[in-house]
């Protein structure tokens, strides 16, 4: 029996504007997301990691109308890790693939969740 699960849920905030980036196959949207750690350190600030986010497909384009620079969002899905060789050295490369996403504060609509939902199908 396999036991195999990868799972991630982030909310945060975009860096800038999220990238669309089509192609006669499918389109993938790239951005970043900014998390801030749980943990806080003693004068009271806390780190933020920078997660390289992609969305592939119809997910891609509805992403492409929304996501914008400073928008909260909840993000779900999985994690990749890949890796390739650039000047005769291996390199890795970790992004979180978008399965579905949730827009927060005061762009969250019901007509954009039913999008998000509709393009899951």
């Not at 905030?13 to 997301?33: G, I, M, N, Q």
């Not at 749980?38 to 806390?46: F, I, L, P, T, V």
């Not at 384009?61 to 990749?80: F, N, S, T, W």
């Amino acid at each position: 029996m396999a036991f195999n699960y990868n799972h991630v849920m982030l909310v945060g905030r975009l860096t800038k504007d999220a990238e669309l980036h089509p192609s006669k196959d499918v389109c993938r949207l790239a951005f970043s997301l900014a998390v801030d750690r749980a943990y806080r350190k003693e004068d009271g600030s806390s780190d933020t990691d920078f997660i390289p986010i992609v969305a592939w497909g119809k997910l891609a384009e509805i992403g492409a109308q929304y996501l914008k620079k400073g928008q909260p969002v909840l993000i779900d899905g999985r994690l990749q890790v890949r890796s390739y060789e650039k000047d005769g050295d291996k390199k890795w490369s970790s992004e979180v693939i978008v399965e579905n996403f949730q827009l927060l504060g005061k762009y969250n609509n019901i007509k954009s969740q039913e999008e998000v939902k509709k393009s899951k199908k």
